[in-house]
C-alpha cells in the first residue's frame, strides 16, 4: 500500500526555500518541533470546546496540513543546517505522539463518533511510534513503515474530520473507517517490528 511518507521527498523539495529562510534568521529546529506541538494542543482544544460545531471539524484538516509542514521542516533544519540535538530528539519523538493524542482524543466528543475507537486509535498510534522509536534499542535504524504512519494517519483522520464537518459522511460509516484505520495501525506495528529485526540481521550478516 502506498503511504505518505512516500511524498516526503517532493514535500520537502517544496519547503525547502522556507527552511533556508527560516534558518537565515535564527530559527532552530527545535522552537519549530515545539511550534508544532503548540499548534496541535491549539487544534486540539477548538475541537474540545466547541465539539457541536462544524468549524472546528473544518479546521482540523488545516492544522494537521500545518503540523505535517511544521514536523518536515524541524527534520530539515536540523539535517541541512547543522542543527541536530540530543534535546531535538526527545522534542520531536515525544511531541509526535502528545500531538497525536491531543488532536485526536477530542473527536471522541464529537457526535457520531465512538468514543472507545477514538482512545484505542490513539493508543495504538502510540504504540506503532513506540514500535519505530524501540528499534533503535536492538541496534536499527529507527522504522517509518506504513500503511498507517504519522502522515498517513493525519491523511486519514482530516479527510474524516473534513467530511463530518460537511455533514456528507453517512452516519454507519464513521466509525468504520475509524476501525479501519486501528487494524491498519495494528499492521503497521507489525511492520516495522518485523523491519526492525530483518534490518539488524542484515547489519549483522
Request: aromatic share 6%; proline share 4%; glycine share 10%.
Amino acid at each position: 500500500m502506498t503511504t505518505v511518507y512516500e511524498l516526503k521527498s517532493h514535500f520537502q523539495a517544496l519547503l525547502r526555500p522556507l527552511v533556508n529562510v527560516l534558518a537565515g534568521r535564527g530559527v532552530t529546529a527545535n522552537q519549530v518541533t515545539v511550534a508544532a506541538l503548540l499548534l496541535s494542543i491549539v487544534g486540539g482544544g477548538v475541537v474540545l470546546w466547541q465539539p457541536y460545531q462544524a468549524w472546528p471539524l473544518l479546521l482540523l484538516p488545516v492544522v494537521l496540513l500545518l503540523r505535517m509542514g511544521l514536523n518536515a521542516m524541524d527534520g530539515m533544519l536540523a539535517r541541512e543546517h547543522d542543527q541536530q540535538s540530543r534535546l531535538g530528539v526527545f522534542l520531536n519523538e515525544l511531541g509526535d505522539v502528545i500531538s497525536d493524542a491531543v488532536l485526536y482524543l477530542p473527536l471522541g466528543v464529537v457526535p457520531r463518533v465512538y468514543t472507545p475507537l477514538i482512545v484505542g486509535l490513539v493508543v495504538l498510534a502510540i504504540t506503532c511510534e513506540m514500535a519505530g522509536v524501540l528499534a533503535v534499542q536492538v541496534g536499527a535504524q529507527r522504522q517509518y513503515q506504513g500503511p498507517m504512519g504519522k502522515s498517513d494517519r493525519a491523511l486519514w483522520l482530516g479527510t474524516l474530520a473534513l467530511m463530518l464537518g460537511l455533514g456528507v459522511l453517512p452516519e454507519n460509516y464513521v466509525n468504520g473507517v475509524l476501525g479501519l484505520i486501528c487494524l491498519l495501525l495494528i499492521r503497521t506495528t507489525f511492520n516495522r517490528v518485523r523491519g526492525a529485526l530483518r534490518n539488524v540481521d542484515t547489519i549483522v550478516n
